[in-house]
């Protein structure tokens, strides 16, 4: 693809090969990406916190009818919906001096590989500004509580360097912030702070009006819990 970036058509290509040009076979990697997105987060939750907790969490996500018709589309974006909750995951467990530094390092790496297969830099972006809120809102102090910020900082800049330089037609094109295809968007006008709300009011429907008090409980914390 020259316009998108490849994950979502490597899957439904290895789809079709395996079973054939069918809708299934078209639909089956976004609902792939969507289910392992739901197992990995009712896992980490239950890590961290309880089952109680765990289950709360995966009913919210599978009745946000947002995720759910993006995990029924063959054009979705589950999968950079499963990179980043890899990414959250890494940075979740080492936020609680998790001693698998193993386990916390493999979900970073592949955290961040599936979020550039399937968004780009766009996703890569998202997964550094988390990295670094994590320590922040903790007010970290230690190095070792800022590494995976700092390298995943890193890792986008390199990314960054390489996708803006090569050529926009070629195979780093496909992962550029901005597409030839949607390359207008919304104009200046209405790129303001009552789209950002109204985007992620719509994105987190019927459960946007618990995101504030998710949000204010976690800042005024003194730690996660």
């Given at each position: 693809?020259?316009?998108?970036?490849?994950?979502?058509?490597?899957?439904?290509?290895?789809?079709?090969?395996?079973?054939?040009?069918?809708?299934?076979?078209?639909?089956?990697?976004?609902?792939?990406?969507?289910?392992?997105?739901?197992?990995?987060?009712?896992l980490?939750?239950?890590?961290?916190?309880?089952?109680?907790?765990?289950?709360?969490s995966?009913?919210?996500?599978?009745?946000?009818?947002?995720?759910?018709?993006?995990?029924?589309?063959?054009?979705?974006?589950?999968?950079?919906?499963?990179g980043?909750?890899?990414?959250?995951?890494?940075?979740?467990?080492?936020?609680?001096?998790?001693?698998?530094?193993?386990?916390?390092?493999?979900?970073?790496?592949?955290?961040?590989?599936?979020?550039?297969?399937?968004?780009?830099?766009?996703?890569?972006?998202?997964?550094?500004?988390?990295?670094?809120?994590?320590?922040a809102?903790?007010?970290?102090?230690?190095?070792?509580?800022?590494?995976?910020?700092?390298?995943?900082?890193?890792?986008?800049?390199?990314?960054?360097?390489?996708?803006?330089?090569?050529?926009?037609?070629?195979?780093?094109?496909?992962?550029?912030?901005?597409?030839k295809?949607?390359?207008?968007?919304?104009d200046?006008?209405?790129?303001?702070?009552?789209?950002?709300?109204?985007?992620?009011?719509?994105?987190?429907?019927?459960?946007?009006?618990?995101?504030?008090?998710?949000?204010?409980?976690?800042?005024?914390?003194?730690?996660?819990?």
């Amino acid at each position: 693809s020259l316009s998108l970036p490849p994950l979502e058509i490597w899957g439904i290509s290895v789809a079709y090969h395996a079973f054939g040009y069918t809708e299934f076979a078209t639909r089956l990697p976004g609902a792939l990406f969507g289910f392992l997105t739901l197992w990995i987060l009712v896992l980490v939750v239950r890590r961290v916190w309880d089952t109680r907790v765990a289950l709360a969490s995966g009913c919210v996500l599978l009745t946000t009818p947002l995720f759910y018709a993006q995990a029924m589309s063959a054009v979705g974006e589950t999968g950079a919906m499963l990179g980043l909750t890899l990414v959250a995951m890494g940075l979740v467990l080492r936020s609680r001096n998790e001693r698998q530094t193993s386990l916390i390092w493999a979900s970073l790496i592949a955290g961040l590989l599936i979020a550039f297969l399937a968004k780009g830099l766009f996703a890569v972006l998202v997964a550094a500004v988390l990295a670094f809120s994590i320590p922040a809102i903790q007010g970290a102090r230690t190095r070792s509580a800022w590494t995976p910020a700092v390298v995943i900082g890193l890792v986008f800049g390199v990314l960054t360097l390489v996708v803006q330089d090569a050529s926009s037609s070629g195979f780093w094109g496909q992962f550029r912030f901005t597409q030839k295809l949607f390359s207008s968007g919304p104009d200046a006008y209405q790129m303001n702070f009552d789209l950002i709300v109204n985007q992620i009011g719509f994105g987190s429907f019927p459960w946007s009006p618990l995101y504030l008090f998710a949000l204010a409980s976690v800042i005024f914390s003194k730690q996660l819990q």
